[in-house]
T-cell receptor
């Protein structure tokens, strides 16, 4: 069974640009979660989508946004990039909301210069 | 107080040793609990869920103490391949918030 996939693997942008990151969940999973892991910091929750709707968001500014498509894949958009947005962005999926285990993709490493 | 706290380590142990990691969580509404492992510059991988009765998976044993808001992971007969960062993770409110709360991790290094 294929795991969670993310693209691109690496992304280099300059300050002020926009970045788009993509995620495909495990087949059958309806919930997709986005996390940020900055160097030396723990994973911080960004966004949660389930059945096409945003269910919850973490303590991040509105320039972090996303969506979930009818096939349950998801996109994370980061506008007006700042240097401190440089991090590993991880996508996870689960069978549904609630207590289900989350499985992570390999991540997209975003570098803002 | 941080939501999930772990000893950052590093724990440096010889092959074959038994090592235990502890974790405390602050929110008594936490509903489900997990241990993940993360290798350097890789994604976290689910190691095991933690159940109230405690559970074992091969060399790994997880315990939960809800009264003390404390979770533990015991690794027996450590292997070189166990070297990684171990993340204590909780999920709040039965999932109404959806997201997992991660500790910063405990680094384990198993030496020959």
């Amino acid at each position: 069974e294929a795991g969670v996939t993310q693209s691109p693997t690496h992304l280099i942008k300059t300050r002020g640009q926009q970045a788009t990151l993509r995620c495909s969940p495990i087949s059958g999973h309806t919930s997709v979660y986005w996390y940020q892991q900055a160097l030396g910091l723990g994973l911080q929750f960004l966004l949660w989508y389930d059945e096409g709707e945003e269910r919850n968001r973490g303590n991040f500014p509105p320039r972090f946004s996303g969506r979930q498509f009818p096939n349950y894949s998801s996109e994370l958009n980061v506008n007006a990039l700042e240097l401190e947005d440089s991090a590993l962005y991880l996508c996870a999926s689960s069978w549904g909301p609630g207590v289900y285990e989350q499985y992570f993709g390999p991540g997209t490493r975003l570098t803002v210069t | 107080r941080k939501e999930v706290e772990q000893d950052p380590g590093p724990f440096n142990v010889p092959e074959g040793a038994t090592v235990a990691f502890n974790c405390t969580y602050s929110n008594s509404a936490s509903q489900s609990f997990f241990w993940y492992r993360q290798d350097c510059r890789k994604e976290p991988k689910l190691l095991m869920s933690v159940y109230s009765s405690g559970n074992e998976d091969g060399r790994f044993t997880a315990q939960l103490n809800r009264a003390s808001q404390y979770i533990s992971l015991l690794i027996r007969d450590s292997k070189l391949s166990d070297s990684a960062t171990y993340l204590c993770v909780v999920n709040l409110d039965g999932g109404s918030q959806g997201n997992l709360i991660f500790g910063k991790g405990t680094k384990l290094s198993v030496k020959p």
